[in-house]
């Protein structure tokens, strides 16, 4: 019996063409789909042959513990299995990933990877700006607010850098990440938040840091959402409106979260 | 007469197989391609309609001006055609997309982006490594060392925030790089340079940063590469050959640089 092989296939952030066309590929020959609830379950659509098995993790909700996933992978792949590993946005952007190729290894299972467009730039492509406009900054940081996954974010040292944040997992503590950004960055800093970018479900804020946990919150953002603070944001505040009305085939889809 | 449009698409890191399915569909449609360099050039076999204009600007190479491009552009979308500005990566990473999109605006032309995958993710998945592997850090950050565009980043503060560096543009003056790196983290820091991750012409270097100056460069390492550093890189350290063994159908593909 040979040893099968697991994917660790990146979904992107919902629109399913947005997935590229590997994946599209590695779907279409999938045995098995272990699949995250950050992805678009319409994903199953392209994986026929598959038995699908949903192992959601999403904080409040019923989860599926990580080590019986890793051994879920584990044990269909020694079956001779296919095993597509399906998460949210790129596999290795936050999702656990590192912990899984290190599992995957450690039992000699071949392992491939494949990316995806995290939501981040979703978000970004959405609101019609670049992430690192080169008036405005250097780079993009992308950093996770889940505080039980990692410690608490350096968030004097991320203003520092001056790069755009984008930030992940921060709608459940907003208020406290907001008081933080603002101990280190001024009021006034153009802010965004984008749930479900690029989706028929799409919703955005836009404004100041210093409105941000208020008024997003009140115009209905929440969970699965990126956050973005900077001034390259400020390019979207400019014209956002008029640029998303002559964004044909997509203007009709937006829900409108203002 | 209508007026045409514009999409800004992302190539992603140079396997075809790694666009994504919306970008097929755009290069399918198009009437007029304008290639970036840094962009696989056999993308405009997808593109079988369309007029192809090269307009790169590799450093160092003979180049063409921004203001030309954003001309271009503008004459195209202007005459009813659909124009589709190839970049490679993300085009709202890095590449002068904030303002290709002021200038669109400003030009009322109908603007649409589709996201791709950037080289800093291609590089990971090449590694295979999560560039956020929770026990080593909190995010990663994406920055360019190409002063003209920018000023020098704050490394002092980059390396306070403990996210993972991936550096782009950053080989051509790779030594002045290490020596600030240096001033700011260990000089065990794990590092690794990948030149074009995923393709046939892949090259990686992987080792600590007080040895990346010389040792990457004596590996063979060049322009166009992404950087990385930080603990998350110890991770493929500690068994990327075994991995790589063990990846099918891209093993023999790889040419290998240490």
Not at 235 to 245: K, L, P, S
Request: charged content about 15%; proline content about 4%.
């Amino acid at each position: 019996m040979t040893t099968g092989k697991v994917t660790l296939l990146s979904a992107g952030p919902g629109d399913l063409d947005l997935l590229t066309i590997k994946a599209a590929k590695a779907l279409a020959l999938a045995d098995i789909v272990l699949l995250d609830d950050l992805a678009n379950p319409e994903i199953v659509s392209l994986a026929p042959q598959a038995r699908v098995i949903r192992v959601g993790k999403r904080g409040g909700c019923k989860s599926t513990p990580q080590a019986f996933i890793q051994r879920l992978m584990q044990r269909y792949a020694l079956k001779g299995l296919h095993v597509v590993r399906v998460k949210g946005g790129d596999a290795l952007l936050f999702g656990r990933a590192g912990e899984e190729l290190t599992a995957l290894r450690h039992a000699q299972i071949p392992v491939e990877i494949i990316n995806g467009i995290s939501s981040g730039f979703a978000a970004a492509a959405c609101l019609g700006i670049s992430l690192t406009h080169r008036e405005h900054c250097q780079g993009v940081t992308f950093v996770t607010a889940h505080k039980q996954d990692h410690g608490e974010p350096n968030w004097a040292a991320l203003a520092a850098t001056g790069t755009t944040l984008a930030i992940y997992m921060g709608m459940t503590r907003i208020d406290s990440l907001c008081l933080a950004l603002l101990s280190a960055m001024p009021a006034s800093t153009p802010a965004a938040v984008v749930q479900w970018a690029g989706t028929p479900s799409e919703r955005r804020w836009l404004g100041r840091l210093d409105c941000m946990a208020t008024d997003a919150v009140k115009a209905g953002l929440q969970s699965p959402a990126v956050i973005l603070v900077g001034d390259a944001i400020s390019e979207a505040a400019a014209d956002v409106h008029a640029a998303f009305n002559a964004w044909e085939n997509h203007t009709e889809a937006v829900q409108h979260a203002a």
